[in-house]
């Protein structure tokens, strides 16, 4: 099993511009999640779904978007970057129960320049 | 979903037993609790969960309060790899919202 896949692993983009952090798993899990991390900072939730066809927002949403059209895939398309929104993104998924652990990936080292 | 209160560092001699608590005194009943750790550089792990009762596994331990209001993440013996930030979260049956704190930075001096 491949588990939680990221890409890409680096990407640095220009104010403005607008990208697709992509995130797929083949666990068949449920719930995904989008997370930021700043450099010497803990992780913030800015995404969730809890199945295809279904998003809520997290702790910082503003300036992202997400769309979870299949169980697999659940990506992060940022519009109109800003140097804020350079951080560490990990994608993670986890089945609903309360007893089933979280899977992260591996990030995505984004710096908007 | 319930809070947590962990310390926001610590330190530990490599070989000695660590004992990392947190506070999680607004539990529900059915929540379980979860025990992350992120190495330097790396996405967050998964160390360790348990409802009620004291569970093992190769990683750690997980000591969790009669009343269930606080639990402690055992690691019998430190390593210069476990040097690492810790996470404890509370997590109920479909629990959308896997948030994580501050969490504990250990620091493992050789």
């Known amino acids: 099993n491949a588990g939680v896949t990221q890409t890409p692993k680096f990407r640095i983009l220009k104010i403005g511009q607008s990208m697709t952090l992509q995130c797929t798993q083949d666990?068949?899990?449920?719930?995904m999640y989008w997370y930021r991390q700043d450099p010497g900072m803990g992780l913030k939730l800015i995404y969730y779904?809890?199945?295809?066809?279904?998003?809520d927002k997290g702790e910082v949403p503003n300036g992202y978007n997400v769309s979870r059209s299949t169980t697999e895939d659940f990506p992060l398309r940022l519009e109109l970057a800003a140097p804020s929104q350079t951080s560490v993104y990990f994608c993670a998924s986890s089945y609903s129960r309360g007893y089933e652990k979280l899977f992260f990936g591996s990030g995505t080292q984004l710096s908007v320049l | 979903d319930a809070k947590t209160t962990q310390p926001n560092s610590m330190e530990s001699n490599e070989e000695e037993p660590v004992h990392l608590p947190c506070n999680h005194s607004?539990?529900?009943?059915?929540?379980?609790i979860h025990w992350y750790r992120q190495l330097p550089s790396q996405g967050p792990e998964y160390v360790i969960h348990g409802l009620t009762s004291n569970v093992n596994n190769r990683m750690a331990s997980l000591a969790i309060a009669e009343d269930r209001k606080s639990s402690t993440l055992i690691l019998h013996r430190a390593t210069l790899r476990d040097a690492a930030v810790y996470y404890c979260i509370p997590r109920g049956n479909y629990g959308q919202n896997f948030v994580f704190g501050p969490g504990t930075r250990l620091s493992v001096l050789p």
């Open positions: 607004t539990i529900s009943g059915t929540d379980y």
């Open positions: 779904s809890v199945g295809a066809g279904i998003t």
């Open positions: 666990m068949n899990h449920n719930y």
